[in-house]
């Protein structure tokens, strides 16, 4: 079993900035990928950012240049550093790994969510 969790969420006011982390503990064999999604209610999760097994990075046009994921491989944990928050960031913001087992086999697990509200 893998268990995901996250930290980092909470109230600021706009412009201002966070950092959420996220750490997998349990049997990991090994990451393929890890990824911050972020769900506002009554909409569907979106993906906000992501990070390869080889350090290959996307994120969504509306974070860029203000979030940055990164990663500690030898501690199983994804980061997203958040800057210049504005209020249509306010969601949930949940982890999310992909991870091989040793047949080669992947397998998705997602943190429990955790929430940022930017205030204006």
């Known amino acids: 079993q893998v268990q995901l969790v996250e930290s980092g969420g909470g109230l600021v006011q706009a412009g201002e900035s966070l950092r959420l982390s996220c750490t997998a503990s349990?049997?990991?064999?090994?990451?393929?990928?890890m990824g911050w999604y972020r769900q506002v209610a009554g909409q569907q999760r979106e993906l906000v950012a992501a990070?390869?097994?080889?350090?290959?990075?996307a994120s969504a046009t509306s974070v860029k240049d203000r979030f940055t994921i990164s990663r500690d491989s030898a501690k199983n944990t994804v980061y997203l550093q958040m800057s210049s928050l504005k209020p249509e960031d306010t969601a949930v913001y949940y982890c999310?790994?992909?991870?091989?087992?040793?047949?080669?086999?992947?397998?998705?697990?997602w943190g429990q969510g955790t929430q940022v509200t930017v205030s204006s």
């Open positions: 999310k790994f992909v991870l091989f087992d040793p047949r080669g086999a992947d397998y998705d697990y």
């Open positions: 349990g049997s990991i064999f090994s990451i393929k990928y």
């Open positions: 990070i390869t097994a080889n350090g290959g990075t």
